[in-house]
């Protein structure tokens, strides 16, 4: 047996906030809620498969001591879908997106919450 080995670079809290997900390509709209948050990126739960690749823009509302949301650049980088539908009968993909181009500030705002 081989014990479960995380592979990722940054550590990542679980935490939720809310979260609007623009993909560049269509500029369609996706609001939901994070699942959990690292340096270098977010899982949140949406209800269509966004497609892996897929340019985003970001607007993450934390609940810290700033009330504006952070808003930066994304890529998703894994979707998988669950075999549960939610309260509604929809699919629920679980959606994997890796951080690009993030200021300064919202590192230090994302690290004050993974510490």
Known sequence: MH?????R???RADYIAQI???KKSTNEDYLSA????GLGGI???????IGVFNEVILEV????RLHDPFICEGRVVWVIKRPEKDHL???????????????DDCK????????
Do not use: P, W, Y
């Open 3 to 7: 014990a479960f080995e995380e592979k």
């Open 89 to 103: 009968g929809q699919d629920i993909f679980d959606t994997g997106v890796e951080f690009i181009n993030m200021t």
């Open 108 to 115: 230090e705002r994302i690290n004050s919450i993974v510490k």
């Open 43 to 49: 899982c949140v739960a949406l209800n269509k498969d």
């Open 20 to 22: 609007k997900i623009t």
């Open 9 to 11: 670079q940054f550590a």
């Open 61 to 64: 509302h934390l609940k810290d």
């Open 34 to 37: 994070t699942k959990n948050i």
